[in-house]
Structure formats: structure tokens, C-alpha cells
């Protein structure tokens, strides 16, 4: 549901509200906020929160710390693990310098920008995410292991598969926050699980996103378990997954095809955004992860695949990113290539319509491959043209450690 500023106020005064978090992100997408009483809703929402932004990774030094937070009022939920009386709510919030300009690390603002590019060519994208996680147990002090929590495998039923309860609760507590999950499902490793939710415009579904991990994490916790969305959490199982489906309006067979045509080109300069821990690159290749830069409808066994799918489910699939990716940052790469792809007319090549996992090594050679190293990845990444004209220089220097 959508609140004005006013309603929030009232909302806050009719219904028992004690603490409102403003949420923000880093620039690799790890989730922060500050705590305010209602008492200073009014200050946020006029002049804003101020905070050490030094303190935050990526955001700068001390020498030019101050920020400032800007709760959006359309972003207000409840967060339904807390009690109902004193109750607890979250806004997302915007950052900005002392002087009202935008903070140039706030990767939010960023996916605004790519919105607000994207309607000025007459385009408007949808996103929905697919992200895989692990349950592990906790040790006897409370701290994770890498202990599944069962053996079970695919789609693997209750009493061999351990985390129903779990996703169960998951899901009903993201549906009490205006979030609308479509399904639920053990995943193929040991302890490993999935929850999709229904595709929105760019900027909800980031936040959806970001949400959802908290939401994991939080529930995996009430239940004694650890929740891990690390790219390879185990050496010998399969890694986790951000499946992102990318989907645009107006939309036709030929739009369609210079769309993904953007997104091969630009895909291995991204990769450092969408990939972005040294343990991403164990995963990329294995399990059904995907290597090389191809195409193809259905295919899992490719870097894109269209699954099949008829009407306003009609989606492009991209399957390299892992859940450690900043979704404001990937979504923000996804529109941008594929406006270059539309704008540029870029031809799709032909699709790879063979399992690239059994294909020789003469049939390998005739694709080109993501980068194999998070130092290749720094490298493409620090060099690409598409890359410094859409990402600022500050976060690119973050990324390649420096």
C-alpha cells in the first residue's frame, strides 16, 4: 500500500508506533538503518536524518562525512517479528549531502536514475528475482556452521526436507509486508531452499529483494538456524543462485531481441557487479551456473535462457548473478544494456540450443566466456566504457578494491 506523509504521521500516532528504521544500503547492497522515535518524523521527513557516512563501506572519508536520510513514505511496512504493542515500522530512505544534493554512492538513487532514463525512451522494465539460500545449524555458542539443516534434494517433501516450516513462515511474513510470494521449494543441495516472489517495477522490486534477505535471515534466526545466500556456501553442492527476469513495456519479438542482445555485449563488463565475491567465481561453470556467454529458450544450461511462458509472464532469464549483488546496482546494469541494445539495434546472435555443460571443448571455443576471477572481473569492469557511463567512479573504485 502506498502512504503520503500525512498518513504516516497519523499512522504512527493511531496504531502504537515506537521506533521507525530508515533503511538504506551500502554500495555492495548489505542492508543498514537508524532507529528513530515519532517524536522526529517530522524533523526526517523535513530536513532528514543525519549520519556518519565515513563509517559506512564504500561511502567516503571523514573528511566529508556528514549525510543525510530521506524516508519515502511509499516504502512503509510493519515488520511483523516485532511486537504489536511499541510497534516497529521501516521506510527505505534516500541519501543526500548536507546541501540536498544526491549522495553519488546511494545505488538506490542510481536505479531511479536508470527508471527515470528508461521512461524518457519510452520504456518501462519489471523485475522479479529468484534467490537461492541455505539453512544451516548453529553450534552450541549460536555462531553458524556449515551444517545443513537437511539432506533432502529437489523439491524433496517434509519429513526429509526440514525447511517447510521455515519457507512457510517466510512467506507469510512477506505477505503481511505487501510482498506476494508465488512459490516456495526445497532446492537441489542439502539444506538448500528458494522462494520466488511476483515481478514489479525496478525500484519495488530491489527493495523486495533487499526485504527478502532481511526477512530470511530473521526467520532462519527465530528458528535456530543460519541463513546463507553466499554464492558457494559448499565446496561439493550447488551454489546459490539470483535468477534475475527482466521484462519491458512496450514490448515486441524484435525489441525483445536487441534487449538481450544488450545484455550479452555489456554481460561480461557487469559481471563484477552481478558476481561480486572472490567465491562467486567457484560457482559460475558448476551445478548449473552458467559460463559462457550464450543463449537459448528454456535452457538451463545458459547464460540466458526465455523460459516458456505465455502473456505477461513472457521473460527474459539471466542466471549468472549470485545473491551477494547489490539488486539496485544489477537491475540498474540490466536496463542500461538492454536500452543499448534497443537504441543500437544490436543483432542477437544465434541461439546455443545444446547442453553446454556436455558440449566439447571444439564447441565450447566457439562462445566467449564471463570472466573466470573476480581480478578479470575488476579488470573489465575498470576498463569498460558502458561501465564508467552509467556507474560512478567512487563506487567502481569500491568494487575493484581500491
Same mark, same amino acid.
Not at 520466488?196 to 515481478?199: G, I
Not at 539471466?318 to 549483488?325: I, M, N, V, Y
Given at each position: 500500500?502506498?502512504?503520503?506523509k500525512d498518513?504516516i504521521m $497519523?499512522?504512527?500516532?493511531?496504531?502504537?508506533?515506537?521506533f521507525i +528504521?530508515?533503511?538504506?544500503c551500502?554500495?555492495?547492497?548489505r542492508?543498514k538503518?537508524?532507529?528513530i522515535?515519532?517524536d522526529e518524523l /517530522?524533523?526526517?521527513f523535513t530536513?532528514? !536524518?543525519?549520519?556518519?557516512?565515513s563509517a559506512?563501506?564504500?561511502?567516503?572519508?571523514?573528511t566529508?562525512s556528514?549525510?543525510?536520510?530521506?524516508?519515502q513514505p511509499?516504502?512503509? &511496512?510493519?515488520?511483523?517479528w516485532?511486537? /504489536?504493542?511499541?510497534?516497529?515500522v521501516?521506510?527505505y &530512505?534516500?541519501?543526500t549531502? #548536507?546541501?540536498?544534493?544526491?549522495?553519488? *554512492?546511494d545505488?538506490?538513487t542510481?536505479?531511479?536514475?536508470a527508471m527515470r532514463?528508461a521512461?524518457?525512451?519510452g520504456?518501462?522494465?519489471?523485475?522479479?528475482a529468484?534467490?537461492?539460500f541455505?539453512?544451516f545449524r548453529?553450534?552450541?555458542n549460536?555462531r553458524?556452521?556449515?551444517e545443513?539443516c537437511?539432506?533432502?534434494?529437489?523439491?524433496?517433501?517434509?519429513p526429509?526436507d526440514h525447511?517447510?516450516?521455515?519457507r512457510?513462515e517466510?512467506?507469510l511474513t512477506?505477505e503481511q509486508m505487501?510482498?506476494r510470494?508465488?512459490s516456495?521449494h526445497h532446492e537441489?543441495?542439502?539444506?538448500q531452499?528458494e522462494i520466488?516472489? +511476483?515481478?514489479a517495477?525496478?525500484l519495488?522490486?530491489a527493495d523486495n529483494?533487499?526485504?527478502?534477505?532481511?526477512?530470511?535471515?530473521?526467520i &532462519?534466526?527465530?528458528n535456530?538456524? *543460519?541463513?546463507d545466500?553466499s554464492?558457494?556456501p559448499?565446496e561439493n553442492?550447488?551454489?546459490?543462485?539470483?535468477?534475475?527476469?527482466?521484462s519491458? $513495456?512496450p514490448?515486441?519479438?524484435?525489441?525483445a531481441q536487441h534487449?538481450?542482445a544488450g545484455?550479452?555485449?555489456n554481460i561480461a563488463?557487469?559481471?563484477?557487479?552481478?558476481?561480486?565475491?572472490e567465491?562467486?567465481?567457484?560457482?559460475l561453470g558448476? $551445478?548449473?551456473a #552458467?559460463?559462457y556467454?550464450s543463449w537459448s529458450?528454456?535452457?538451463?544450461?545458459q547464460?540466458v535462457?526465455?523460459?516458456a511462458a505465455v502473456?505477461e509472464n513472457?521473460?527474459m532469464?539471466?542466471?549468472?548473478?549470485?545473491?551477494?549483488?547489490n539488486?539496485y546496482?544489477?537491475?540498474a546494469?540490466m536496463?542500461y544494456a538492454s536500452? /543499448?541494445? !534497443?537504441?543500437?539495434k544490436i543483432?542477437?546472435p $544465434?541461439?546455443?540450443d545444446l547442453?553446454?555443460?556436455?558440449?566439447?571443448?571444439?564447441t565450447l571455443?566457439?562462445?566467449? +566466456?564471463?570472466p573466470e576471477t !573476480?581480478?578479470? &572481473?575488476?579488470a573489465?569492469?575498470?576498463?569498460?566504457?558502458?561501465?564508467r557511463?552509467?556507474? #560512478?567512479?567512487? !563506487?567502481?573504485r569500491?568494487y575493484?578494491?581500491?
Open positions: 500500500m502506498l502512504y503520503s498518513e $497519523q499512522f504512527t500516532r493511531e496504531d502504537d508506533v515506537k +528504521r530508515l533503511a538504506f551500502d554500495v555492495f547492497g542492508p538503518n537508524i532507529s522515535m515519532p /517530522e524533523r526526517a530536513y532528514g !536524518i543525519a549520519f556518519d557516512g559506512i563501506r564504500g561511502f567516503g572519508s571523514v566529508h556528514d549525510l543525510l536520510l530521506h524516508p511509499e516504502t512503509l &511496512a510493519a515488520l511483523p516485532r511486537p /504489536e504493542t511499541g510497534r516497529v521501516r521506510m &530512505a534516500t541519501v549531502y #548536507p546541501d540536498g544534493t544526491p549522495f553519488e *554512492c545505488t538506490r542510481l536505479l531511479k536514475n532514463d521512461q524518457g525512451a520504456f518501462q522494465f519489471y523485475f522479479g529468484e534467490q537461492e541455505y539453512l548453529l553450534d552450541a549460536g553458524p556452521t556449515k545443513p537437511d539432506t533432502a534434494g529437489y523439491m524433496d517433501m517434509a526429509d525447511g517447510e516450516n521455515v512457510r517466510i512467506c512477506l505487501g510482498i510470494p508465488e516456495s537441489e543441495g542439502p539444506g531452499n520466488d516472489f +511476483r515481478y517495477d525496478a519495488a522490486a529483494t533487499i526485504t527478502f534477505q532481511t526477512v530470511v535471515k530473521t &532462519a534466526h527465530r535456530g538456524l *543460519c541463513a545466500f554464492a558457494k559448499l553442492a550447488p551454489g546459490n543462485g539470483f535468477h534475475i527476469n527482466t519491458f $513495456q514490448c515486441s519479438e524484435t525489441l534487449m538481450i545484455v550479452l555485449k563488463d557487469m559481471t563484477l557487479f552481478l558476481n561480486p565475491t567465491n562467486a567465481y567457484t560457482r558448476k $551445478q548449473k #552458467p559460463s556467454i529458450r528454456e535452457n538451463r544450461s547464460l535462457r526465455i523460459p502473456g513472457e521473460r532469464e539471466l542466471r549468472s548473478p549470485d545473491p551477494t549483488a539488486p546496482l544489477a537491475f546494469l536496463i536500452l /543499448e541494445g !534497443i537504441s543500437e543483432v542477437l $544465434q541461439p546455443a547442453n553446454l555443460f556436455e558440449a566439447d571443448e571444439k571455443a566457439q562462445f566467449k +566466456r564471463l !573476480i581480478e578479470a &572481473a575488476r573489465l569492469a575498470e576498463n569498460s566504457r558502458f561501465i557511463a552509467h556507474i #560512478p567512479e567512487a !563506487i567502481i569500491s575493484c578494491g581500491k
